[in-house]
């Protein structure tokens, strides 16, 4: 059996510190959909441009799966100027359809690739995708029940959790998800200013933001939002 070493916060640090001497400050990429990217407008900011102390490059597209942003990840070029990246995707993925089990596969998948062509003393941090369960009710209607389940469970797994954890990362991000739902797992009204149920509004890009800023900060990055 695969054992997975947890580092400790002052190790990692350190070990960005030796491998990114004269850099400035760190370089972060940001993979991703639509509640990553900028969407609709300039009004709806990136997330990763909401952090501070990093320079951010989003490479996440509104609309794609991960395995999209698998290839545009692959594509990219040099992929080695980053020191974090961090990972928010598959809200794209939750047909009721694809089973859970090729979905988590999907996403190991991204995060292996990422593992075998970034930066070897590159950090990988890992973020659960945020709640939109208004949004399934209008496009799975009586199906919503099985995909509310598998965006739970997916999540579990995201954080390390349940019978199929994602590996291979060294920040696991869950704390937005709290602030930005309902008890019943659909985006709070008071972000969802686009009424579609799922595209959280700029205060809740910020709540996503400060959550991948105090994990980062806990793994040892001077990072703030």
């Known amino acids: 059996m695969r054992r997975t070493l947890q580092v400790p916060a002052k190790a990692l640090l350190s070990l960005f510190m030796l491998s990114s001497a004269h850099r400035g400050p760190p370089r972060l990429a940001a993979i991703g959909d639509s509640t990553v990217a900028e969407y609709p407008s ?25 395995a999209q942003q698998k290839a ?14 961090v990972v ?65 469970e997916l999540n579990r797994s995201i954080v390390g959790q349940g019978p199929m954890p994602i590996r291979g990362v060294d920040v696991r991000v869950g704390a937005h998800v709290r602030e930005l739902s309902t008890p019943s797992g659909a985006l709070k009204v008071e972000y969802d200013r686009l009424h ?15 959550a991948w800023a105090d994990a980062l900060r806990n793994a040892g990055f001077d990072v703030t939002c």
């Open 42 to 66: 300039s009004e709806y900011p990136a997330v990763a441009s909401l952090l501070n102390g990093v320079i951010a490059t989003t490479l996440a597209v509104p609309g794609q799966t991960i």
């Open 72 to 85: 545009v990840w692959l594509a990219f070029e040099p992929k080695t100027d980053f020191d974090i990246i």
């Open 88 to 152: 928010q995707i598959g809200l794209n993925d939750m047909s009721p359809d694809i089973p859970l089990k090729e979905t988590v596969r999907q996403l190991q998948q991204l995060i292996d690739a990422v593992n075998h062509t970034k930066r070897p003393k590159a950090i990988i941090a890992i973020a659960q995708m945020n709640p939109a369960r208004g949004r399934w009710a209008t496009v799975y209607k009586d199906k919503i029940e099985l995909v509310f389940t598998k965006w739970n």
């Open 196 to 210: 579609d149920g799922i595209h959280p509004d700029a205060q809740a890009r910020r709540v996503v933001a400060c």
